[in-house]
């Protein structure tokens, strides 16, 4: 699996978690509550665009969470470390 498939894989969980937290709450409301505009958390949320880490902290200020929730996704790590290091052990 390469890094490109791996990053799409990523920010769609990330935004699936946005979109859980967020439930029914508008792009709007959040984006009253942070320094991000609607429709950037809208494409954030959708795995459209990538984000650096502040903006994940931008959107937690909007949604009143901790940036954790945000990252706390089902990822298997050990998988993905193996594929990329033949040299990676598990500890």
């Known amino acids: 699996m390469d890094s490109k498939v791996i990053n ?3 920010r769609k969980k990330v935004g699936d978690k946005i979109q ?3 439930g029914d709450e508008s792009y709007e409301k959040i984006a009253s509550r942070c320094n991000l505009d609607a429709s950037k958390i809208s494409k954030i949320e959708k795995g459209r665009i990538d984000f650096r880490i502040n903006t994940i902290f931008e959107i ?3 949604l009143r969470v901790h940036p954790k929730e945000l ?3 089902e990822f298997n790590f050990e998988d993905y470390y193996r594929k990329i290091d033949h040299t990676y052990k598990t500890t």
């Open 20 to 22: 859980l937290i967020r």
């Open 60 to 62: 937690a200020k909007g």
């Open 8 to 10: 799409l894989e990523l």
């Open 71 to 73: 990252l706390d996704i």
